[in-house]
């Protein structure tokens, strides 16, 4: 890939890149919609990469080419740009920038980004994109910022300038993953653990329902005004410290949002026990209690990821769940080794049929954080 990068670089600029960098997506094994909550996440990143080459100029002129969209984003840093105006993608870049300026004083320069991770899977190819251009620009201008950094400053850019009110586990899991470990979270106070994944004769299997989402624009901030609501009328800030009691006397739907979190904390412990004790078939009930709390308790599920959950107990695998911030986009499986093409054979067949689309299926290991090449 470093080859490929610098020749395509070179064509694009007629100069040599300064510096490559690899950013992974991740999934997330357990914990969802809690991290925004200061709950507890089982994420790990995955090879799944987004690169960038990047090289400083004279000039202080930004200039910006996605080779898979075929797409160029250039201005001058001493412009001001109309959020209104800008396409999703461009936003990621220029609010880095941006958020970046307000403490450095950047050169101009040039970047190429190359990386098919699908978009609205819920693997975070976003995330991916924001700390690994971030991280770019860190190890390009030297400027110093630790990995907890870019996490917290890629989390702003989602917030400020795309519009999405998301926690730090993604930019976490995309800085911080390691090879072969799922890595646990504590969101309150960003402690973290990590964990081998040796999974023996099962394996983690990722498929794509074809039901892209676009968080920004989707019921996810309701979620968090929702939780937020909890917080007022708990008067805690501390979600994780609310009693049953408590929880029982909330309005009925928040009710139900609170239990999916202290439920699905709860989940992260009782998944990180199976784990270690290769007790897979407690994992696998794990995944699924988690499915339904996400489409009963929090309601961030739709019909396809909800059949193809059942699908996929049906064809035998012990567990699964919606990933992500939901909506659609993949689904994650526990299956054995034995049985993952029987699985895969059988699921795309009866998807195809209910829905008129074809599953993707992703292959992946679990990888370390972003780096340079």
């Known amino acids: 890939m470093k080859t490929r990068l610098r020749d395509s670089f070179f064509l694009h600029y007629q100069k040599d890149a300064d510096i490559l960098v690899q950013a992974p997506c991740r999934i997330n094994i357990i914990g969802e919609h809690t991290d925004y909550n200061g709950g507890l996440v089982l994420p790990a990143a995955i090879n799944y990469h987004i690169y960038f080459a990047v090289a400083q100029t004279v000039t202080p002129v930004v200039s910006i080419y996605d080779e898979n969209k075929d797409k160029r984003f250039s201005y001058s840093l001493d412009e001001e740009l109309d959020l209104v105006g800008l396409s999703q993608w461009r936003k990621y870049y220029y609010g880095a920038i941006k958020i970046l300026q307000e403490k450095h004083e950047l050169p101009g320069f040039q970047v190429l980004k190359v990386g098919k991770a699908p978009i609205g899977a819920g693997i975070s190819s976003s995330a991916a994109l924001c700390c690994g ?49 799922a890595l646990s979270l ?66 009925e739907v928040l009710s139900r949002r609170m239990q999916h979190h202290l439920f699905e904390n709860q ?105 340079t090449l």
């Not at 099962?202 to 968080?215: D, E, G, P, T």
């Not at 599920?301 to 911030?325: H, N, S, Y």
């Open 133 to 181: 251009f971030i991280y770019s620009l860190n190890e390009l201008f030297h400027l110093g910022l630790d990995r907890w950094t870019i996490a917290k400053l890629a989390r702003r850019v989602e917030q400020e300038y795309v519009g999405l009110q998301c926690g730090i586990m993604d930019q976490f899991a995309v800085l911080f993953g390691e090879s072969n470990k």
């Open 186 to 251: 504590n969101c309150s106070d960003l402690s973290y653990a990590t964990h081998d994944i040796k999974l023996k004769d099962y394996r983690f299997m990722l498929i794509n329902s074809q039901v892209k989402h676009n968080l920004a624009d989707s019921a996810y901030n309701e979620r968090v005004e929702e939780m937020n609501e909890v917080r007022r009328l708990l008067g805690k800030p501390d979600l994780n410290a609310a009693s049953k009691e408590e929880v029982l006397g909330l309005p």
């Open 267 to 371: 989940r992260v412990k009782s998944m990180i026990a199976a784990l270690e004790d290769d007790d897979y078939f407690k994992a696998g009930n794990i995944l699924h209690a988690g499915h339904i709390s996400l489409q009963e308790y929090y309601e961030v599920t739709c019909e396809e990821t909800d059949f193809l959950v059942e699908t996929l107990l049906d064809a035998g695998a012990p567990g699964a769940r919606q990933m992500g911030g939901g909506f659609g986009g993949c689904v994650l499986a526990l299956v054995k080794e034995k049985d993952a093409a029987a699985i895969t054979e059988y699921c795309f067949k009866e998807y195809s049929n209910r829905f008129n689309l074809d599953l993707v299926f992703y292959n992946f290991e679990i990888t370390s954080g972003v780096s």
